[in-house]
Structure formats: C-alpha cells, structure tokens
C-alpha cells in the first residue's frame, strides 16, 4: 500500500471519528474515489444517501430502529402471506363465497397474491441474471435470513413461490420504456444455462435471492411505480458493496441497509422509470436531451457528427442515465463512478457530464465511423479508465 493511499485512508478516517461529520469535507473526499479498507466505502456511502444522519451519537438507535423496521416489512410481505396461502390451501372457511382463488375482488387475499406473483416473477428473472460477469449473487450469503428460514415452521420463501406458481415469466415482462433489451451487448451473451443457479441447501440462500427479497418490498411498499426492469442493476452494486464489507457486524445487515439506500436513491431517480413523466422537466427525454446539448456546447464538431448520422440519444443514452451506468462497466468501476456521483452535491447533473465525457473520449473513433460502427461503440462502449472519464467530467464541470 503506497503511503499516498495510507495518507488518504487516514483523510478519511479523521473525519469519519468526529462526532458531527463534516459533509462538503467528506463529498471532497468521496469525490475522488473512496477506499475500500475498513469498510470506509460502505460507511459513506450510507451517510452520502442520507441513511446515516451526520450526528454519530444518533448512528446506533437509528441503525436499530431501521433494522427492525425492515424485519416487520419481511415478517408482513412475506412470512405472513405465505401463512395465510397455507391457511386458504386448508381450511374451508377460507376458500369459500368470501374469498377462493377466482374471486375477482380488489380486496381478495388471493387476487392480491396472484398480482404480487406476476411482480415477483420479472423480478426473479432478473435478478437470476444479475452481473453474470462475477459468481458472487450464486453464491450462498454468510448471512442468510434466519427469520424466514427458521426451521421451525418452514415459511414459504420467495424461491419456493416461484417454483410452485404456474404463470410463465414471459407473460409479465414490464420494460420500462418498450426498449426490448437494456442490457448490454457484452453482458447479455452469457449462456442461458449460466442464469439456472445451482440449488443451494436448505438452510441456506444466494445473494440473488437476498436481493430479490429487497425489489420484491420496496414494489409492494411503492405500488405506484412498483418493480420496473433495471431496478436490479441499481441495488446490484450497493448490496455487493455492504455484503463485501470487512466489518462483519456491518455485513450481517446489508440486506436491510441496502433496502433503504436503494430507497433513498429511487426518491432521487424513480422519475427515469415512470414513463408518463418521460417529457416532463425531470423526466428521461429531458435529460437525454440535455447530454446532446451540453456536448452541443462543450464539442460542436462531434454533436454535429452525431446528429448528420442520425444517431438520437434514446439509442444509448437512456440505458447510461436510467442505470446509472451499471450496465457499461465491470462492476469495481461502476462502484468506483458511483463514489463520484454519490458525493456530488448535485449528483444526476453531474451524472449528465460524466455522459457527455464518455462521448467526447472516443470523438476520434466516432468522427471516423459511419452510422453501424458509431451505434456499436455506443451501445457496447469500449474498454476505457472511469477516472480519465470522471476527471475529464469534472473538468467539463469546471468549465461552465
């Protein structure tokens, strides 16, 4: 470890042990990438989501509080459905004129149950997918959620109720936008027999599932926007990020922080999935335009360039800003982004220049290049280092 980076821990570190946390001096630091040691990462980006107050004195009471809250949104969406499916399954009472699975009530138990399995099965076929480049969501989690595989009474798990309902995945996919395929060239020619996870044992859960769990609560706790393909690729990152921290009694609750950072973070982005509010100021449509007319500004001969071919920011731009850029980076560079967008004051207009940068860093290839090799290079973008494309932002940011 080069003492530049001891020096930089240690930076962090003395504002991390103060007892009201110095915000502008932590996004300062934040900005330029934040260590993984010690799990500082973890802890910043927890205070830079606004799950962890700036007071440390309030850290604990509030850490306990969230967590238990989060216990009773497991032990009421998803225990006690489960219960009661059983108790319809069995008892007479309950599958009668009251209430049987064809009841076509809004307020009917099992009608609810059947929408919340059409959410879950979209939900369980991306989240089977999710950064096929890397093991880690196959693997089994250190920290599985012994409240609901409690071997006591054997409550239904997410996994359990998608192998046992008998509607097809496919006649649920909901894109957010009608693009048929958000995901990335690269990414998506892993082989279908790679998404068919190994079965774990009883007892035992893969982090996919974990992550299943937090998208399948927060669609019941937001119906309006629910579950919309791409939300996976936003708490992918954040729940490998706090289930990795070296601190164990931090990771043996990265399901529940994770859930509300992921929270936090849709307040900020849920306009981009909610296609009404597309031409709105703050919806997608907006902000793609606003790329083109900031490269319009910042590099005339490429927007030209680029609108000569025809070539509209839906095309590419839409994935990059929806997903945060999840989808055109390994993984260690997506969370090496984030640290920049997270600790920006004004994080989504510098997530803009960050897309304008990634243009202006392959002008020269795409000057050169006709309308086929120009969708290519954007759709798939080339191998590039994220700090040269976030220093070249920032410069872009500077020059306003």
């Not at 980006?45 to 949104?73: C, D, G, H, M, V």
């Not at 919340?116 to 880690?136: H, Y």
């Not at 982004?337 to 960050?354: G, Y």
Request: hydrophobic share 40%; net charge negative.
């Amino acid at each position: 470890m080069s003492s530049l980076h001891k020096s930089r821990i240690a930076d962090f570190q003395d504002v991390l042990k103060e007892p009201s946390i110095a915000l502008e001096k932590l996004r300062e630091l934040s900005f330029s990438g934040i260590p993984c040691e010690g799990g500082l990462r973890c802890l910043c980006w927890k205070i830079l989501l606004n799950y962890l107050p700036l007071e440390r004195a309030s850290w604990t009471s509030i850490l306990a509080k969230q967590r238990e809250l989060y216990s009773q949104f497991l032990r009421e969406m998803i225990i006690q459905p489960g219960i009661a499916k059983a108790n319809m399954g069995v008892s007479r009472e309950d599958v009668t004129f009251e209430d049987h699975p064809l009841n076509p009530s809004p307020d009917s138990r099992w009608n609810t149950y059947f929408k919340d399995n059409e959410v879950l099965l979209q939900i369980d076929k991306d989240v089977r997918r999710l950064c096929p480049d890397i093991s880690f969501f196959q693997r089994a989690t250190e920290y599985p959620c012994l409240l609901i595989l409690d071997p006591q009474n054997e409550f239904e798990t997410l996994r359990k109720r998608v192998e046992q309902t008998t509607l097809k995945s496919q006649t649920v996919a909901r894109n957010r936008s009608g693009v048929t395929n958000m995901s990335s060239p690269q990414k998506n020619s892993t082989s279908s027999s790679q998404n068919k996870y190994e079965v774990l044992p009883n007892g035992c859960e893969a982090h996919w599932e974990v992550v299943e769990r937090i998208l399948f609560i927060y669609a019941k706790l937001n119906p309006g926007i629910a579950y919309v393909q791409g939300m996976n690729e936003i708490v992918g990152p954040l729940y490998y990020t706090f289930a990795t921290d070296p601190n164990s009694e931090w990771k043996e609750h990265a399901e529940a922080d994770t859930f509300f950072c992921f929270t936090n973070l849709m307040a900020e982005i849920r306009d981009n999935f909610i296609k009404s509010l597309d031409d709105s100021q703050c919806g997608i449509t907006y902000k793609m335009e606003k790329v083109y007319s900031t490269l319009k500004d910042k590099d005339v001969e490429l927007y030209l360039k680029l609108q000569e071919q025809n070539i509209k920011p839906q095309f590419f731009a839409f994935r990059w800003l929806t997903l945060l850029l999840s989808q055109e980076f390994l993984l260690p560079d997506v969370i090496r982004i984030w640290d920049s967008l997270f600790a920006d004051d004004n994080r989504f207009d510098f997530l803009l220049l960050v897309c304008c940068a990634m243009l202006i860093l392959i002008r020269e290839q795409l000057l050169e290049g006709d309308f086929t090799v120009n969708m290519r290079l954007l759709q798939d973008y080339p191998s590039t280092d994220v700090c040269q494309i976030l220093q070249k932002a920032k410069e872009l940011q500077d020059s306003k």
